[in-house]
């Protein structure tokens, strides 16, 4: 199994030396995990320490190490977002929409976006970012697909046709879709994405790769217990893995 999409530095919370690194691996290895990506949150570019990864990837047993970068996609931060994704020599690059109108959807301190916005359009605006994100052609890998209902703040329309719709686009743009258990840790308690969307993805061959999102060691592989059943018994048989930008494959 893999784990693709989590972070080591989160949120300034710890320096990523060789040790925090291999506290990682630690728990990875425990859990049966193979592979791990670590991909910090772009606004954390300076923090990443290439010869501590290079290192821990040495030293680490049985688990390997991969590096990306999960870039938050916000349309005219082009140069910013070019920037970013360049800087290193990344294995694949994470793309995941946190922001309607540069203003953040999940944060958990500051949720008045939910009260100035018609909730309909509210989605409205983050799916069209979604499928924009997609379209791009900048990212292997699109980070938690439907991060706007993390507060369980729902849209009193049927949101059935966005949802088809961005499937569609995602499809079509051939980008891997993050399967992201952070979402059990938060109030919507559920998997990024819903039961419902990832159907949707699976009926169009749009493959995935499996993550938690950990900002912690003990949140390595967490919730897989939920998300390995749901991407089987959605179909899923294979997890889409990355090295050197070059895609492979691991079965479930
Ligand atoms: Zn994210
Ligand atoms: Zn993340």
């Keep these: 199994m893999i784990d693709y999409h989590l972070h080591v530095v989160a949120h300034d919370d710890r320096p990523m030396t060789v040790e925090n690194i291999l506290a990682y691996c630690e728990v990875a290895r425990e859990r049966g995990i193979l592979q791990l990506g670590i991909t910090e949150h772009d606004r954390y570019l300076d923090e990443i320490d290439l010869a501590a990864y290079r290192e821990a990837r040495e ?17 005219g931060k082009e140069e910013r977002m070019d920037h970013d994704s360049t800087a290193l020599p990344y294995d694949y690059i994470i793309g995941s929409v946190h922001r309607v109108d540069g203003e953040e959807v999940d944060r958990a301190t500051d949720q008045t976006i939910y009260e100035r916005w018609d909730t309909y359009d509210l989605y409205e605006a983050y799916y069209a970012n979604v499928r924009a994100a997609a379209l791009s052609g900048r990212f292997e890998v699109l980070g938690h697909p439907d991060l706007i209902k993390i ?12 949802l088809e719709e961005t499937a569609d686009a995602i499809a079509e743009s051939g980008i891997v879709v993050d399967v992201n258990s952070a979402g059990l840790r938060k109030p919507i308690r559920e998997i990024y994405p819903s039961r419902k969307l990832l159907e949707m993805f699976y009926r169009r061959g749009v493959p995935i790769i499996l993550s938690s999102d950990a900002h912690a060691p003990g949140e390595v592989g967490m919730g897989y217990e939920n998300s390995l059943p749901l991407v089987r018994d959605v179909g899923y048989r294979e997890v889409v893995t990355f090295k050197d930008r070059e895609r492979g494959t691991l079965p479930l």
């Design 151 to 162: 507060f369980r703040r729902f849209p009193d329309r049927d949101i059935t046709g966005m």
């Design 59 to 75: 030293k680490s047993q049985d688990v390997e190490l991969r590096l990306g970068i999960e870039i938050d996609f916000v349309p």
